[in-house]
């Protein structure tokens, strides 16, 4: 138990008004923490209390009584017996009366009315004391917004929480709510308000009951909110949104059928209102309450209800022409919001009661009278917009009601289906012959666009209809409706016309018709099987007609475009719906077809629409997609040699864009779809099948373009496929490059040292790497990018040569697969021999022993006998000749790929690559710089910049994501976080060798691999040592500025730079050097090579505006004459951030511009 | 000072949708052309009422030209009245704004339309003189009200 005064001096710090809010707060918190620990009980904590709650000082009482109703707040969750309870809310109930201490006994009835069952509630009389007391004393309109809040807390929470205490409260309790919620303004007690309302009436749901005589008197307080407007602008400010509001308005006019008298009227009345946001509503409100008010409620309401739906759908209509809608003949439109809720509700009150807004739809004159006009011939392309939207609304009014149930369906088609039919020239066509011979009937009838355009609209709505049906259980036999016999009676001639339409579209252009015709003959394609007017038969002239016309109009972008689509819709159904007869048809007539187009020349479309619909259809399913594959595979098989030997032209295309084909869209398809990996398998193994089986091949411009596409269609088929079949994809790679002529490795002793004869293999056979060489080695390297780290590569050594051997030649793919091997090697061998089972470390060894990387002086990569007094020799072999150089370019590029797949496994060997790298940029240091050295050596310059730039964007290559290899596709081996432990492990290396190096070249070579670090290195890893990056940072940019060659990675500084200056970890470190960034900036505002620099640095500065005033005052004026300059940009980009920025750095001081 | 609003119902039009410039296109002519001044000036707030000079039709992109090479722009502008005494307010506005946001080297014109003013001359004469502009704007509340014009955030 805690001694009375340890509580004591809590209550008296509450109580006391002079202490601040943070102490009241931790007091009362204090106390409940002994409250809900027993170390008090709330019987002595009341008997404490007793002077402060019963005092005549108000101020204190109301102090007092606040304080027992935080406690309780905060004692909800502990058990309190019945006693307690029954004599606390009895005493708050009391004071409800208090008006000078309201609050607290607010806060306390809700506290212990909200109390959950099992820790004790209060019961139903005390509650009823509540509500009378509430009734009694409370003026509502009379307290402040969080008093009145609490009110309607206190009073929602007894309606829902004790209904039977309230029901027999009856008139008293809604005159009471009348007069609580009247003129109530506040958003946050509306929300509440609307809720009372709602549970109030659902509660009394009795037409003749209390509420019933006080729903005109609730209705015309809550009718004068609709349609909510809100004049806050920010709805965080007051925590609640208009579209909260609206929603709880919305509830609370359809919680009772009673409110429909009042509600109905004031909703159509609105609709006549100007303003588009309160049409919305109301039509929002009206499709909502229909249904709760029920059917016969609202049959009354019929006529106003169409009549105002008529008014915007047909005799206003808003929609507005979508944007692809020029080139179909203007009837795509998009409805405006006002139209769509319009919809909704016709829809809900078609639902609910069909034949009497049929009644009235189907009788509208105008609209009889709209349908009647259309039926003689006319031209789209001269009909005046507005009669264009009439068409669509109507089109969807006619929609809507068929769609809503069999019965409206016969009547609609009964009512306008013959109509139309005789004006579009259809007969009955009961021929017994399937032939579709050409009806002599006038062609003009044909072309009736508006009879055509709804007579789409129904079939679509009859479809969605019937396949509505088909996905309930209950399946009604709908061939005996009436309107299905009518379809079914007119279905040839439709389909004659619809077939016409698509002939006009290859006659001229008349695409409205195309629209229609595809349309139509895709829904009528699209009918369930069951459904009968569809005959197979009539379904395979269909999809034939659509494969004629997609053959010979791919000159007509759109409606090529259209005729696909609903080939590709017909198949996406066939497949959805299992109709395996129409399934066998569509195989045999639209995809045979089109796979028998890749190889031949017919017909005569780009080859890049021909594999586009290939593909479209292929990706309906399954089967499909396996048909195409195998005519995919035939086509690879049949022209690869011709492409890959002869380098014939059309042979490449096609090869190129199959693969392509295979690479962008039919591997992730099966991949995402839960294909086999066969596909992937039977590709690698075809193209590695026809690569053995030819023995030369030329080399032209193409090829190597037919080369990337093979190897990207190589790594992305290996990568998809499993261990074993990785497995035998490498071995029977390898045959093929074993029998190649890159094997004279086979002959020389490379088991241990290779110097000499790798050296003389270097300069002898590299450069005559033939032709099919480069594509083996390429295939061969791609197939080892994609492997999973499980899968076993044989000979390994000998792979590992002839890679070494090719990166050298400055084959980046081969460099590519050695990182990729040493990356994902395993890192311990059990067995050692040779050419067996490579662990990581062998590898690294036999890799970094190889002599090529010589010719660096500091080569700390193995510190092995290879070098000796080797190191002089290699030097001036280096400076020897250009041809070296540029071997030892490749060379750096190569080591920087083994690099990246070390450090993404965060394999030690890195540290080595790194100190080669930074001994190739300080080799020169030694020999002091070149412009002051007192006898430069003729063309040094030329050659060993170019090898330190590479050294330097080794470090690019090392952490930037590539596509191409070495990421999570392709099965790499990354270890969490390398970027920053690389980061972490460089960047002390980096610094020193600057701060020791005094020559130009060299400093900004260093300061060039610097940038390539911060650039790629997550900001969150450097944002910690900001303040020291920042000066080095600074340093870099004036030092790249000096060169062009360094534009690229100043821009990707700058990036850093400005990444920083918003991170508010940075801004400390930014305030500490503002004045030297803001003067490196304004250089760079004015950096002459390179636009977006000069962009990204006015932005940096204008961001600088935000710092502290005192900060970036005195840089001001200097900041001002910058960008007044820059307003004279030649681009356009940049001046409009100078003005935006010279704004920002003008009003830190005063609004004018002068300085 | 209680007078009445010069124009008290003013035709607020809509405001045109922004043209998007083509991004990315390194070789594009960027050199000044009347949109890129009409986008500067087409937000400056009305005197009078809470809507740009754009919604109240007051400028449009036609009415603007420039000069790159000789380093010129003309803008002419219509007064919602004839007798709007606004007028001069909207001119230095425009000139204050253009002021901002080009280098000093360009020479600004600014003009009422042609007949829609009733003191065409005057106004003209007054917004095209450089001691009369800078006379104006030390005058406290008019460089006030030109100020809530051109930085006003009501729109």
């Not at chain 1, 769609?403 to 409206?408: G, I, T, Y």
């Not at chain 1, 193409?702 to 080369?707: I, T």
């Not at chain 1, 061998?829 to 010719?855: C, K």
């Not at chain 1, 080591?895 to 496994?905: C, F, N």
Request: proline letters at 4%; hydrophobic letters at 40%.
């Amino acid at each position: 138990m805690a001694k009375p005064t340890e509580y004591v001096k809590h209550i008296e710090s509450y109580v006391d008004s002079s202490s601040s809010p943070s102490q009241q707060a931790a007091s009362v918190d204090a106390l409940a923490i002994l409250l809900r620990n027993d170390l008090l009980t709330l019987e002595a904590l009341v008997r404490e209390l007793d002077l402060y709650l019963t005092t005549t000082d108000s101020i204190i009482r109301s102090r007092g009584i606040l304080l027992l109703g935080e406690l309780l707040t905060q004692l909800e969750l502990k058990p309190l017996s019945d006693a307690a309870i029954h004599s606390l809310i009895g005493f708050l109930t009391e004071r409800l009366e208090d008006w000078r201490a309201l609050r607290g006994a607010l806060v306390g009835c809700l506290a212990l009315l909200r109390r959950k069952t099992d820790v004790g509630v209060v019961t139903e009389n005390d509650a009823e004391a509540v509500m009378k007391s509430y009734m009694q004393y409370l003026q509502v309109q009379s307290m402040g917004q969080h008093d009145r809040k609490l009110c309607f807390e206190l009073l929602e929470c007894l309606l829902e929480r004790y209904p039977n205490a309230v029901q027999p409260l009856g008139n008293e309790l809604f005159y009471s709510i009348c007069e609580g919620i009247d003129e109530e303004k506040d958003p946050q007690c509306l929300i509440l308000a609307f809720h009372i309302v709602e549970v109030a009436a659902k509660l009394f749901p009795d037409p003749s009951g209390p509420f019933a005589s006080y729903a005109a008197d609730i209705f015309e307080i809550l009718g004068r909110y609709f349609p909510i407007h809100f004049t806050h602008p920010k709805s965080e400010d007051i925590g609640v949104s208009r579209d909260e509001l609206s929603r709880a308005l919305l509830l609370a006019f359809a919680a009772t059928p009673l409110f429909e008298p009042f509600a109905i009227p004031l909703l159509l009345d609105k609709l006549s209102s100007s303003l588009p946001s309160a049409k919305v509503e109301s039509f929002k409100y009206l499709g909502y309450c229909a249904p709760m008010y029920g059917s016969d409620r609202m049959a009354k309401h019929g006529g106003a209800l169409w009549s105002s739906v008529k008014d915007v759908l047909y005799t206003s209509p808003e929609s507005a022409l979508s944007v692809e809608s020029e080139s179909d003949g203007g009837m795509i439109f998009e409805e405006s919001d006002i139209m769509v809720e319009a919809l909704i509700l016709l829809e809900g009150l078609m639902q609910q009661n069909s034949d009497l807004l049929l009644d009235m739809i189907l009788g509208d004159e105008d609209i009889n009278n709209f349908i009647c006009s259309f039926l003689k011939p006319w031209d789209i392309h001269d009909t005046p917009l507005q009669l264009r939207q009439q068409l669509h609304s109507v089109g969807r009014l006619l929609a809507v009601s068929a769609k809503s149930s069999m019965a409206s369906c016969n009547r609609v088609f009964e009512k306008f289906f013959p109509q139309m039919m005789e004006a579009l020239g259809c007969s009955v066509g009961n021929h017994s012959d399937e032939s579709f011979a050409t009806e002599d009937r006038a062609l003009s009838s044909r072309f009736n666009y508006g009879t055509l355009y709804l007579c789409v609209e129904l079939l679509d709505a009859c479809r969605c209809l019937v396949l509505g049906f088909k996905e309930s259980t209950s399946f009604p036999d709908f061939i005996h409706e009436k309107w299905c016999c009518m379809l079914h009676g007119f279905c040839r001639s439709l389909i004659n016309i619809f077939f016409s339409n698509l002939e006009a579209v290859s006659g001229n252009a008349q695409s409205s018709f195309a629209y229609t015709g595809v349309k139509g003959l895709q829904l009528l394609a699209t009918f369930p099987r069951s459904f009968a007017p569809v005959s197979l038969l009539l379904f395979e002239n269909i999809l034939l007609k659509l494969v004629s016309a997609i053959t010979s109009n791919f000159d007509k972008k759109f409606s090529w475009g259209l005729e696909l689509k609903a080939l590709v819709e017909i198949g996406l159904y066939i497949e959805g719906y299992q109709e395996s007869e129409k399934a066998a048809t569509f195989a045999r007539i639209v995809v045979d077809k089109f796979v028998s187009w890749i190889s031949s020349d017919e017909p005569a479309m780009p080859l890049s629409l021909k594999m586009q619909a290939i593909c479209e259809t292929g990706m309906t399913g399954i089967s499909n997609m396996l048909r195409i594959v195998q005519g995919m595979e035939k086509a690879i098989s049949a022209k690869f040699t011709q492409a890959y030997v002869d380098g014939n032209f059309e042979s490449v295309e096609l090869v190129i864009k199959v693969l392509e084909c295979y690479s962008a869209r039919v591997l992730p398809w099966f991949e995402m779809n839960g294909g086999s990996e066969e596909v992937a398998w039977n590709l690698a193994a075809i193209i590695w099948d026809k690569i053995d089986n030819s023995s030369s091949v030329n080399l032209t411009v193409q090829n190597y373009e037919l080369l990337g596409a093979a190897m990207t269609a190589m790594k992305q088929a290996v990568r998809r496929c499993s261990q074993e079949s990785q497995e035998k994809i490498v071995n029977r790679a390898f045959r093929v490059l074993s029998a190649s002529t890159l094997f004279p490795l086979k002959d020389s002793p490379f088991a241990t040292s290779l110097s000499n004869s790798e050296d003389s293999y270097l300069n002898h056979h590299v450069d005559r790497v033939s032709c099919r060489d480069e594509w083996i080695i390429s295939l061969y390297a791609s197939v080892v990018i994609a492997l999973r780290p499980q899968t076993h590569v044989q000979n390994l050594k000998m792979v590992l040569q002839l890679f070494i051997m090719a990166l050298t030649k400055g084959h980046i793919p081969s460099a590519q697969a050695l990182g990729s091997l040493v990356n994902k090697l395993p890192s311990k061998t059990n067995e050692r021999h040779l050419s067996q089972e490579y662990g990581v470390e062998e590898a690294i060894d036999v890799i970094l022993t190889s002599s090529i990387w010589n010719f660096c002086q500091s080569n700390t990569l193995r510190k092995c006998s290879l070098f000796g007094g080797g190191n002089e020799i290699h030097n001036t072999k280096c400076l020897a000749g250009l041809n070296h150089t540029s071997v030892h370019i490749s060379a750096i590029v190569g080591l920087a790929w083994i690099g990246k797949g070390l450090i993404m496994r965060g394999h030690e060997g890195i540290k080595d690559i790194t100190m080669t790298f930074l001994g190739v940029l300080l080799e020169n240091t030694n020999n002091g710089d070149f412009p002051e050295s007192c006898d430069p050596i003729e063309g040094k310059e030329q050659e060993v910049i170019p090898l330190m730039k590479s050294a330097a964007d080794a470090f690019h290559i090392l952490l930037s994501d590539s596509e191409d290899c070495l990421n999570r596709n392709y099965h790499s081996v990354i270890r969490p976080l390398y970027k920053q432990r690389f980061y972490n492990s460089v960047m002390p290396l980096l610094l020193s060798s600057t701060r020791q190096s005094n020559s130009i070249i060299t400093r900004s070579m260093l300061f060039r691999s610097f940038a390539h670090v911060i650039s790629e290195t997550p900001l969150s890893a450097m944002i910690s040592e900001a303040n020291k990056l920042i000066p080095l940072l600074l340093d870099s940019l004036s030092t790249l500025t000096e060169d062009v060659m360094h534009k690229d990675v100043i821009y990707n500084v700058i990036l850093v730079l400005s990444a920083i200056l918003m991170d508010k970890n940075g801004q400390v470190a930014v305030l500490e050097n503002a004045q030297a960034i803001i003067n490196q900036l304004i250089g760079l505002a004015a950096y002459p090579h390179m636009m977006v620099i000069r962009e990204t640095a006015i932005q940096c500065l204008g961001a600088m505006s935000e710092l502290p005033y005192a900060r970036i005052y005195p840089s001001r004026t200097k900041v001002l004459q910058a960008i007044s300059k820059a307003l004279d940009d030649p681009k356009r980009a940049v001046r409009q951030e100078a003005v935006r920025c010279r704004q920002a750095w003008a009003s830190i001081a005063s609004r004018s511009l002068h300085f | 000072m209680t007078l009445g609003l010069i124009n008290a119902n003013p035709v607020v039009h809509a405001k045109k949708k922004r043209v998007a410039r083509p991004l990315d296109d390194p070789h594009a002519d960027d050199a000044v052309d009347p949109l890129e001044i009409y986008d500067i000036v087409r937000d400056i707030r009305d005197p009078e009422h809470p809507y740009s000079l754009e919604q109240l039709s007051v400028l449009s992109e036609e009415s603007i030209t420039v000069d790159e090479k000789l380093g010129r722009i003309l803008i002419t502008f219509t007064p919602t009245i004839q007798h709007c005494s606004m007028a001069t307010v909207i001119g230095l506005c425009l000139r204050e704004k253009l002021k901002d946001c080009f280098p000093a080297h360009f020479k600004v014109d600014i003009k009422v339309a042609p007949g829609s003013h009733a003191d065409e001359e005057a106004v003209n004469k007054q917004l095209n003189d450089k001691e009369r502009v800078a006379a104006a704007l030390e005058n406290p509340n008019l460089r006030q009200l030109v100020t809530e014009c051109l930085y006003s955030s009501e729109l």
